[in-house]
C-alpha cells in the first residue's frame, strides 16, 4: 500500500509519540514504582501487599465476583443468544437493539437505578414488607450481591452479543443435523454449540471478566467501603493515603489477571474434548 | 402394517405460524422403495423432510413409520436419517468423527464403531480421506460423508434434499449411479427431494410431484412421463404444447380451434411434446420463428393461430429456415390426456 516503510512510519509517528508520552511512560513509571524500594529493586511491595488480610479478601472477593459473574453471563448468555438467533428476522433485530440498549445508558445512571429498586425503600423492599413476607426491609445494598447484580447486569449485553455472533457464524444446519442424528439438547450443547462459539465465549468471557474486576463505579456506588473490589481499594489508597505503591501493585495485578484470564478461557477452549 | 404402507403421512398439515405449507398430505411409501419428491421451488418439498424427521411438529395429522405413530417423537429418537442439502458436516470434526457421531451417540464403541464407520466410508469410497476437515473436501466428497454419515445409523428411512443440486454435472451423474446402488445394497427405503425431472425420473422407482404443497401425482417414471394427469405435470415433464380443451376443440390464444380425433369426454385438457407434433403436414400452418439443434433432433419455434408451437424432427432432414411457412398437426391419438386443468 505504501511506497515504503518512511512513509508508513512517517504516519504513525504522531500517534505513536502521542500514546507514547501520556500513556505508556505513566503507566511504567507507575508500574516501576511497585518494585523499587529506596534505590533497589525488590518484591517486597508486593509481599507485603498480600501479607495483609484487607488485601487478600479484596484480592479474592474480585477475584470470584468476576469468575461468577462470568460463569452466570455465559449460562444466561447463551440461552438468550440461542433464543435471539431462532427469532424470525423482524424480532431479531428488535430483540438485539434492546440487548444493546442498556450500553448506550449511562453506567452511573444505570447503576444508581439499582439502589431505587434495592435501597432500604427501594421496590423491592416495599413489596417484601407490604406482602409480608418480611418484617423490616431487607440490606441488598452495600452487599456483594448487589455488586454481583449490578455487574452481571453491566456486562451480561457484550457476552449476548459476542454469543449471538458466534451462534450466527455457525453452519445453519448443524444443530438439526445433530438431533437427526440422535443427539439431545446436551448433547447438541457439549458436542455441537460450545465447540463451535468457543471463540464468542472466550471474546465474551474475556470482556465480562476483565470489564467486572476493573469496573468502578458500580462496586463504588453498590458495595461502598463494606464490598471493597481492587479497582475501589486502589482509588482508596490514591485519594485517602496517598499511597501510590499499592496502587502501582493493584494495577499490576489487575493487568496480569486479564491477561491471564484470557489464556486461560483460550486454553479452556483449545483443550480437545475427551471422548 | 403392510409393505406398501412402510411410511405414512395420514393429513400431515405443516404450518409456519399461520402460513400452510403443507395442507392435509396423505401419501403412502413403500418398504425398500426409492422415491422421488419433484417439484418447482417454494412448493413444501423440504418443508415435508423436516416434519418426517421430526425437525418441525405438524399442526395436526400423523406420521406412522413401521407401524408406530411417530408424530410426537423427538427428531433424535426417530429412526430416520436426513442428508441436508447444506451436507451440514460438524467443521469441528474430521471426517471419520462425523461419520462415527451418531454411532456414538448410540452406544456404539471400539471395534464395532471402528468397523461401522470404516465400512460406512468405504461404501461412499472415502476410506483415504478419514482424518481430513470438511473444509480440506470437494462439494462431492462432503455430500458423500453426509451420505455415510445417515447410511451407518442404518435409520428405516432416508431422506435426501436435493442431494445432488450442489455437484457438477460429471459429478451429478456419478453419484446418481452412486446413489441407486448404495439404496439398492442396503434396500433402506429412500426419499430424495429434487426439482430436477430427469433426475427423478432417472432414480427413482415413484415419483410425487407436488405443487403449493399437495401432491399433484404419484407414479412410476413411465406413469409420469407417459400420463400426466394435469397441465402442470405435463410442462413439468417435457410436453411443451398443453392445452386445455373445449368440446372437441382446444382453448387457444385466438379462440377455440377445432381438431382432428375424438376426444375423450373425461379429458380436460390435451399435452404434446415436441417430438409428437407432426411437421410438413397438416390442417395448420406456423411460421418458423427459431430454430435449435439439440443432436439427434433439431427444435422448431412455430407462430401459429393456436400460439407458439415447439415442434422437433429428426436432425438428418433438411433443415428449415427462419420464416419459413410448415404445415403441422397435433394429432389426438398421440396427446396425453389431462384429467385436470388450470395450474399454468
Ligand atoms: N422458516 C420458514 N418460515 C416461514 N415460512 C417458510 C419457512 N421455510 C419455508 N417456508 C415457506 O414454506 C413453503 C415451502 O417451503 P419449502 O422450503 O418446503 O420449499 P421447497 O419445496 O423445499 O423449495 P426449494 O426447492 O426452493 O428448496 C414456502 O412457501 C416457504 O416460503
Ligand atoms: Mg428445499
Known amino acids: 500500500m505504501f511506497q515504503n516503510r518512511a512513509e508508513a512510519i512517517a504516519l504513525v509517528l504522531p500517534a505513536a509519540i502521542f500514546a507514547g508520552a501520556v500513556f505508556l511512560v505513566p503507566v511504567v513509571i507507575l508500574l516501576s514504582e511497585g518494585f523499587r524500594t529506596g534505590d533497589s529493586w525488590t518484591l517486597q511491595a508486593y509481599v507485603d501487599f498480600f501479607s495483609q488480610s484487607l488485601n487478600q479478601a479484596v484480592f479474592l472477593r474480585t477475584l470470584k465476583l468476576a469468575a461468577m459473574v462470568t460463569a452466570v453471563a455465559a449460562v444466561i448468555g447463551y440461552a438468550a443468544a440461542f433464543a435471539i438467533v431462532n427469532l424470525p428476522p423482524k424480532g431479531k433485530g428488535r430483540i438485539t437493539g434492546l440487548v444493546v440498549l442498556p450500553l448506550m445508558i449511562s453506567p452511573v445512571a444505570r447503576t444508581y437505578a439499582w439502589i431505587v429498586i434495592l435501597g432500604r425503600t427501594g421496590i423491592v423492599n416495599k413489596a417484601l414488607v407490604s406482602v409480608g413476607l418480611s418484617d423490616e426491609p431487607i440490606r441488598f445494598l452495600f452487599t456483594e450481591t448487589a455488586v454481583f447484580i449490578g455487574l452481571l447486569q453491566l456486562f451480561l449485553p457484550l457476552m449476548i452479543i459476542s454469543l449471538i455472533s458466534a451462534l450466527e457464524n455457525m453452519p445453519r444446519d448443524a444443530v438439526p443435523a445433530a438431533r437427526v442424528l440422535g443427539a439431545n439438547w446436551l448433547q447438541v450443547f457439549t458436542k455441537v454449540i460450545l465447540p463451535l462459539t468457543k471463540e464468542g465465549l472466550v471474546i465474551g468471557g474475556t470482556l465480562v471478566f476483565t470489564g467486572s474486576m476493573t469496573a468502578y463505579i458500580t462496586p463504588a456506588i453498590l458495595g461502598g467501603s463494606k464490598v471493597l473490589m481492587l479497582e475501589t481499594l486502589l482509588y482508596q489508597r490514591v485519594t485517602m493515603a496517598n499511597d501510590f505503591v499499592s496502587a502501582s501493585v493493584i494495577a499490576l495485578i489487575l493487568i496480569v489477571m486479564a491477561f491471564a484470564a484470557n489464556l486461560l478461557l483460550k486454553r479452556l477452549a483449545t483443550a480437545r474434548n475427551k471422548r | ?344
Open chain 2, 1 to 344: 402394517m403392510s409393505d406398501s404402507r412402510f411410511l405414512s403421512l395420514e393429513k400431515l398439515t405443516l404450518s409456519y405460524g399461520k402460513n400452510v405449507a403443507v395442507p392435509e398430505m396423505d401419501l403412502d411409501i413403500g418398504k425398500g422403495e426409492l422415491v422421488a419428491l419433484l417439484g418447482p421451488s417454494g412448493c413444501g418439498k423440504t418443508t415435508t423432510m423436516r416434519a418426517i424427521a421430526g425437525l418441525m411438529e405438524p399442526s395436526s395429522g400423523a406420521i406412522v413409520l413401521d407401524g408406530v405413530n411417530i408424530t410426537r417423537v423427538p427428531a433424535n429418537k426417530r429412526p430416520v436419517g436426513l442428508v441436508f442439502q447444506s451436507y451440514a458436516l460438524f467443521p469441528h470434526l474430521n471426517v471419520y468423527e462425523n461419520v462415527a457421531f451418531g454411532l456414538k451417540l448410540m452406544g456404539v464403541r471400539g471395534a464395532e464403531l471402528d468397523t461401522r464407520v470404516n465400512d460406512g466410508l468405504k461404501t461412499v469410497g472415502l476410506s483415504n480421506f478419514a482424518s481430513r476437515k470438511p473444509a480440506e473436501l470437494s462439494g462431492g466428497q462432503q455430500q458423500r460423508v453426509s451420505l455415510a454419515r445417515s447410511m451407518v445409523m442404518e435409520p428405516k428411512v432416508l431422506l435426501l434434499d436435493e442431494p445432488l443440486s450442489n455437484l457438477d454435472a460429471r459429478l451429478r451423474l456419478e453419484m446418481r449411479t452412486e446413489l441407486q446402488r448404495v439404496q439398492k445394497e442396503s434396500g433402506v427405503t429412500m426419499i430424495f427431494v429434487t426439482h430436477d425431472q430427469v433426475e427423478a425420473l432417472a432414480m427413482a422407482d415413484r415419483i410425487i410431484v407436488m405443487l403449493d404443497g399437495k401432491i399433484e401425482q404419484i407414479g412410476t417414471p413411465e406413469e409420469i412421463y407417459n400420463n400426466p394427469v394435469s397441465d402442470f405435470v405435463a410442462d413439468f415433464v417435457g410436453f411443451e404444447n398443453v392445452f386445455e380443451r373445449v368440446d372437441d376443440k382446444i382453448k387457444t390464444a385466438n379462440g377455440d380451434i377445432a381438431i382432428n380425433g375424438t376426444i375423450d369426454p373425461a379429458t380436460k385438457g390435451l399435452a404434446w411434446r415436441p417430438s409428437m407434433v407432426t411437421l410438413g403436414e397438416g390442417p395448420f400452418e406456423g411460421t418458423v420463428r427459431g430454430t435449435s439443434f439439440a443432436g439427434g433432433t433439431r427444435e422448431y419455434l412455430l407462430d401459429t393461430p393456436l400460439g407458439q408451437i415447439k415442434a422437433e424432427c429428426a436432425a438428418s432432414l433438411p433443415a428449415h429456415d427462419f420464416g419459413a411457412v410448415l404445415n403441422f398437426d397435433l394429432p389426438v391419438a398421440k396427446a396425453a390426456q389431462l384429467a385436470r386443468t388450470g395450474n399454468l
